[in-house]
């Protein structure tokens, strides 16, 4: 069994609501102890949020890159832009967090919002 972080933010307020934002990060690693997991889940998921300003950010690079990812045809320069953001961010936090874990190039992060 695959250990998953899950995460819910309920910070934002929406007319006197408020708006949970939430996402999962589960890694993906053969070998990797279950403590170990966690904790590098923790961390990927704190280094995206520093690097795309918090989770709304997350999820809103998340989206543009499902978009970029599934859709033929051209993309609106601010989809482009939006899902670069993801793949440099996404990138930084795996090597970030994976860097001491020699022998891991088929390990991945995987992110689904909730």
């Known amino acids: 069994m695959q250990a998953t972080q899950e995460y819910c933010i309920k910070k934002q307020q929406l007319s006197g609501t408020i708006m949970p934002y939430a996402y999962t990060v589960t890694l993906h690693h053969p070998s990797l102890p279950p403590n170990r997991r966690q904790t590098a889940e923790k961390q990927y998921r704190q280094v995206l949020e520093q690097a795309l300003g918090g989770v709304d950010g997350v999820l ?55």
């Open 60 to 114: 809103r690079a998340w989206g543009a890159w499902q978009v970029a990812e599934h859709k033929q045809g051209s993309l609106s320069a601010e989809t482009w832009r939006i899902a670069r953001q993801w793949l440099i961010a996404a990138d930084r936090a795996r090597h970030t967090v994976l860097q001491d874990e020699m022998g891991s190039p088929d390990a991945y992060f995987e992110v689904q919002p909730v």
